[in-house]
């Protein structure tokens, strides 16, 4: 066993099975698919949830937070595929850093912000130590986006709010989406779509995910 894999060689065949599931349980694009199948998702949970880490479930990560559904990761990537050419991409709400790794294989760059400084920090030393070179962190408040880097080809939202943050609208390319839960006790994932001054708005499936805070932590 190898320290750096945590789970030696059965990781690979167990990421692999949980692939399979996702393609089964729904997942049909093949660069997400092969994105999943890339990622260590054991290395992005404590050591005594790793054996559980390519179950589809999502897992705590402390601070009252979660590391997304697989399923979800993998859905949002295909929610912003294939309208435009993934260059800069923003994701709101780090977490652990997971689905910054993921979209990292399916964009040009990826910019991950978090509220939580400590969150932050831990996702931004896993991932230099495991060699993720186009995912950027910033510790910034998802509700206002991030102007200095915009525009962005996509922006993903991995957290709740009850509305919109208008701030994220002015900051996508022409083209480009934005992918967001939305509700409180019922979230709907919604998708907008930037086409010069105007946005088309789309509704997806039902979901699950925590609040999106206000404020720095
Ligand atoms: N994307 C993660 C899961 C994120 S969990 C994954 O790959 O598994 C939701 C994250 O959103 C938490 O880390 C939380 O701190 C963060 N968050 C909540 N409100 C926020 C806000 N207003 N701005 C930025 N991040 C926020």
Redesign the pocket.
């Known amino acids: 066993m190898n320290n750096d894999t945590g789970l030696g060689m059965t990781s690979d065949r167990t990421r692999l099975r949980m692939v399979e599931r996702l393609r089964e349980q729904g997942i049909r694009d093949e660069e997400v698919l092969l994105a999943l199948n890339k990622v260590p998702r054991h290395l ?1 949970v404590d050591e005594a949830l790793a054996s559980r880490a390519y179950e589809l479930v ?1 897992l705590p ?1 402390g ?1 009252g ?4 559904h697989p399923f979800m ?1 993998a859905r949002l990537c295909e929610h912003i595929m294939g309208d435009v050419q993934l260059d800069r991409v923003l ?12 979209l990292s294989h399916i964009a040009n760059e990826v910019i ?5 400084v400590q ?2 920090s831990s996702a931004r030393i896993r991932l230099k130590k495991m060699g993720y070179r186009r995912v950027r962190f910033r510790h ?4 206002q986006g991030l102007s200095d880097k915009a525009p962005f080809s996509a922006i993903i939202v ?2 709740a709010a009850p509305e919109v943050p208008d701030a994220l609208f002015g900051q996508l390319t022409n083209g480009g989406s934005l992918v967001l839960p939305i509700g409180v006790d019922s979230q709907k994932l919604i998708k907008f779509t930037r086409s010069g001054d105007s946005f088309t708005e789309k509704t997806l499936e039902g979901v699950k ?7 720095l ?1």
């Open positions: 992005f999502s990560i601070y937070q979660t590391i997304s990761v994701e709101i709400g780090s977490g652990c850093g997971y689905q910054a790794a993921v991950s912000i978090d509220r939580n969150l932050l910034a408040d998802g509700w991995t957290a995910f925590v609040p999106l805070l206000h404020g932590a």
